[in-house]
């Protein structure tokens, strides 16, 4: 899995900020937060993306995608390919680490753990993650013209804060519901897939894209479900 979304996002570096508008959206509280909290540095951005949201002196921008990594370096931005289930940095090396729409393709477990230990002691944790509930109008049209599931899971809210709860101290969590409407189904589900995310209709048959197009086109949106917090490393 971690090649395919490796090289997903590779290609979609180009156009990835002209589409991830809801992403931007829920970056730009968490961002709030970040700011408010004294925006302490050295921070870790992890899951960088094209490093849009965060730059400048003090900032590490970490990406999985070789594509995102080489923006994030036109940015100006010290940045480094690498995986957060793995972090290449010393223990204690940040004061902070900022995520935005990135631990839904990681094993948060491994990456919570990951950010404890690269993370100085009082040092603060800023996530925002798309939880269960995204994208349920068009998962719910895919179930009812196939009759299966989308292979991909959100996590629940409730995992990703009992995982952040377990090594940190939680100072203060909220929700977002994020949605936009569309003209058709093939323009929203190209603002899903076009940043880099997985189709889950590849495998579709004729009948099923069919069915599906005249479901999802009654109502054509994208929604998201996003648990933000900011965490303390005690």
């Known amino acids: 899995m971690k090649d395919k979304v490796k090289r997903n996002f590779s290609k979609a570096a180009e156009k990835y900020d002209s589409l991830a508008t809801l992403q931007e959206k829920a970056g730009r509280e968490l ?31 970490l990406d999985i995608a070789p594509g995102m990594a080489r923006l994030c370096r036109k940015r100006g931005n010290l940045s480094v390919c690498g995986n957060g289930e793995l972090l290449p940095f010393r223990k204690g090396s940040f004061k902070g680490v900022f995520t935005n729409f990135s631990l839904q393709w990681t094993e948060i477990d491994r990456v ?19 939880v269960e509930g995204s994208l349920e109008t068009l998962f719910n049209a895919w179930r009812r013209a196939s009759g299966r599931a989308p292979g991909f899971r959100f996590p629940k809210e409730e995992e990703i804060f009992r995982k952040t709860a377990e090594l940190f101290e939680v100072l203060t969590f909220r929700r977002l519901f994020l949605i936009e409407r569309f003209n058709s189904p093939r323009e929203a589900l190209k603002r899903v897939t076009g940043i880099g995310a997985k189709n889950p209709f590849v495998r579709a048959s004729f009948k099923e894209a069919k069915r599906f197009r005249e479901i999802y086109g009654e109502d054509p949106v994208v929604e998201y479900r996003v648990f933000l917090a900011v965490a303390r490393k005690t």
């Open 31 to 61: 961002l709030r937060l970040y700011e408010m909290a004294g925006a302490p540095k050295p921070v870790l951005d992890l899951g960088a993306g094209t490093g849009r949201l965060l730059s400048g002196k003090g900032v590490v921008s």
């Open 112 to 130: 919570t753990e990951e950010v404890f230990r690269v993370l100085e002691k009082g040092g603060l944790f800023f996530l925002s993650v798309p």
